[in-house]
Each structure stands twice: as structure tokens, then as C-alpha cells.
């Protein structure tokens, strides 16, 4: 049978993940501060109704890993939290993942990103005999979107993986604590009422 100690245990456990969690989503876009980032602030009247732009069911998550993996890897630096909103309503997807998404690429990482997404879309284009005959530039440039698509998806399914083992993990977790919770209750049950002038 489950100690009090042990339930105290496990429900610590519980609330220290929930404030790592928070931690974790404090900077990116939220229902509670979307109206603090530069452009998604003109639209948020609108999104703070959209209730699936907030859920992180499995069929609001899925599309925003892969869409928002997608587009962070494509050469829109700049304009990238603007496509992850339009993307986000148009696949009922998760703003949160989606724009967190984004921040794979920013001022440290692009060039290393694009140098590498732009050769292996090159190197692809190759492999299946396309763009051998365009000018070096153009061909790199469509290297970029062959490239970033192909990296974003093999990122979209780590993701994808990654996810669903950690949303697993925490069912199980959350199951014990309320087994641990329901077996307390059952051997301690709470004590009746005093009758009225005890």
C-alpha cells in the first residue's frame, strides 16, 4: 500500500514537471501574451478565440510539428512567425509548436542551416537529374527549398517520435499519481462530519 510519503513524492515530482514546462513555454507565443510579439499582436482578438490554436491534442500537435518543422528550415527568415500563424489557422494547428518551431533558425544558426539545407537540396537535384543545366545560383537557391523541405521533415518526424514517447511517459506518470491518490483515499478515508453539538 502506498505511503503518504510516497504520494507526497510523486505529487512534487508532478508540480516540479508543470513548472519546467512553464518555464519552457514562457517565451513563446501564449493566449495569455500573444499581443506582445510584433506582428501576431494584429490578429490577436482573433486568435485568443480559436481554442485549437492552444490545444496540445495529438490532432493539433501532429500538424504543427511537421508544417512548423517545415517552414523553419525553408529560406523565409523574417517572415517565418507570419507564415507559422497563416499555417497554424489553415491546419488547426498548435501556435505555441508552431512558432516555437521557428526559432531553429535565427541570427546564430541560419548560416550554417541554409549552407547545409542548400547543398543537400543540390546534391538531391542531382541524384534524380534536375536543375544540372540552370545557372549556379538559381540552382542553389532551389537547392534551399528541395534542402529545407527534406530537413525539416526528418526533424518533423524526430519531433514526431520524441513527442509521442514523452505524451506516453507523462500518461503513465499521471496514472500512478492518481492510483497512488485513490489508493490513499481507500485506506485513509476521510473522518465523518462531528454531529452538531459535539
Do not use: C
Not at 518543422?69 to 517565418?80: C, E, H, K, R, T
Not at 547543398?119 to 542531382?126: A, C, N, S
Not at 534542402?147 to 513527442?163: N, P
Amino acid at each position: 500500500m502506498p505511503t503518504r510519503e510516497e504520494l507526497d513524492r510523486h505529487h512534487l515530482l508532478w508540480l516540479q514537471r508543470r513548472r519546467r514546462l512553464r518555464r519552457l513555454l514562457r517565451p513563446l507565443p501564449r493566449r495569455a501574451n500573444l499581443s506582445r510579439y510584433p506582428v501576431l499582436k494584429w490578429f490577436s482578438k482573433y486568435a485568443a478565440k480559436a481554442s485549437f490554436l492552444w490545444s496540445f491534442k495529438r490532432s493539433n500537435i501532429l500538424p504543427a510539428l511537421y508544417v512548423g518543422s517545415v517552414l523553419a528550415f525553408l529560406p523565409l527568415y523574417g517572415v517565418q512567425a507570419l507564415l507559422a500563424f497563416g499555417a497554424a489557422l489553415l491546419f488547426r494547428a498548435n501556435l505555441t509548436v508552431m512558432v516555437g518551431l521557428q526559432f531553429i533558425t535565427n541570427p546564430f544558426t541560419i548560416a550554417p542551416i541554409y549552407a547545409f539545407t542548400g547543398w543537400l537540396g543540390v546534391k538531391l537535384m542531382h541524384l534524380v537529374g534536375v536543375g544540372d543545366h540552370v545557372e549556379p545560383a538559381l540552382r542553389f537557391a532551389q537547392g534551399l527549398f528541395v534542402g529545407g523541405v527534406v530537413v525539416g521533415l526528418a526533424t518533423a518526424l524526430v519531433a514526431d517520435l520524441a513527442w509521442r514517447l514523452l505524451a506516453w511517459e507523462a500518461a503513465v506518470f499521471k496514472r500512478k499519481l492518481q492510483e497512488l491518490r485513490q489508493r490513499h483515499a481507500e485506506r485513509h478515508p476521510p473522518e465523518p462530519p462531528a454531529p452538531p453539538g459535539a
